[in-house]
């Protein structure tokens, strides 16, 4: 079953999910069946039947149903088209994602101490970000789909989770709560290990070896199953590789599709034997799916389709939407 706690900096995992990582069995050196891809699998990646092995995210993110996206994308090498909640989604992880490494390296002065001084901090900083990008944010307000997603909105919205991050943070250096030892992200690129069938480049935003975890940073309207599915997925690679176990998924959420004002948010869970299973199931779903001739069929439930960057292939290809 799996566990989902709010906010990491209120629990001791290693003490609170004691049972629960104590019954994990699928770990990612194992190499065979569930872990490994089949040997048909196997041999498709070697001899390039299918045009490159899949990475952690395109795997776990499933944005349509019938998976004609990573069709189109890996079989087919096609872009498609931007989106807004693309554009949110990258200024979004850039800007809150060097806000808390320059924290975690120290480069962030340690002296605000005042809520105006963590403000004027971040709107600093946030102004710096905005003219870096002029042209990123103009973006914003052509994809825009609903009434709150123009730029103005958005940089409210990345203010506000700038300055509750930053306010959090020193709360915790200044109570010094075991903070050097969950502080330290190790940053790292991924090479797992054969078998597991991924790309050799993968890219968590946080691992966390001593606390056995490994985090990533995600934008959109709630969480969702596939952010914790891309935990499972690093944990399997970092396991892979380190021969290590890495028991504890971290998400740090940022809601960027709300009409109210919303703060990041953290969560903890354990990465338990269910929450693998369903990653290693996707994918091998996903290399059957890139092993068939045709592009999927189009999905009975269309709800995705106005946001998803292939609407235009879709529609080309006989897609209607109301
Ligand atoms: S537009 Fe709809 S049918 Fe086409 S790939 Fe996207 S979600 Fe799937």
Known sequence: MLQLHYSWNVVEPALNFK??????ELRGWLPDNPVAVSPEILSAI?????????????????????RRDLYFSVKESREGDQTWGRIAGRLAERFLG?????????????????????????????????????????????YKTTAVGNRSFFGTILCNAAIHELASQELDFTLRAATE?????????????????????????FIFPSLRAVGDM??????????????????????????????FGIVY???????????????????????RRRFLLLRNSAYTTLLEKNAPPLPEDKSRCPTCKFLSV?????????
Not at 19 to 24: A, D, L, P, Q, R
Not at 99 to 119: E, G, H, I, T
Not at 253 to 275: E, K, M, W
């Open 46 to 66: 070697r001899t390039k039947k299918v045009p490159k092995p899949l990475s952690v995210g395109m795997i776990s993110f499933q944005h349509c149903p019938t």
């Open 253 to 275: 959420f940022f809601p960027t599709q709300r009409s109210a004002v919303s703060f990041a948010q953290v969560y903890l869970f354990v990465i338990d034997d269910q929450l």
């Open 98 to 142: 060097n806000l808390v490494a320059d924290r975690f390296n120290r480069k962030l002065s340690s002296r605000q101490k005042s809520y105006p001084a963590v403000r004027g901090v971040i709107e600093r900083r946030l102004r710096k970000f905005i003219n870096e990008r002029k042209d990123d944010f103009a973006l914003l307000d052509k």
């Open 314 to 322: 879709c529609q080309d290809q006989g897609l209607k939407i109301t």
């Open 218 to 247: 995600k934008t959109g309207r709630e969480l969702e199953e596939y952010h914790l599915l891309t935990c499972a997925g690093y944990a399997l690679a970092y396991e892979s590789q380190e021969k290590k176990p890495i028991d």
């Open 181 to 205: 030892r969950r502080s330290q992200p190790k940053e790292t690129e991924l090479t797992p290990a054969e078998h597991l069938g991924l790309s050799k480049k993968n890219t968590p935003d």
């Open 19 to 24: 049972t629960e990582v104590s019954g994990i």
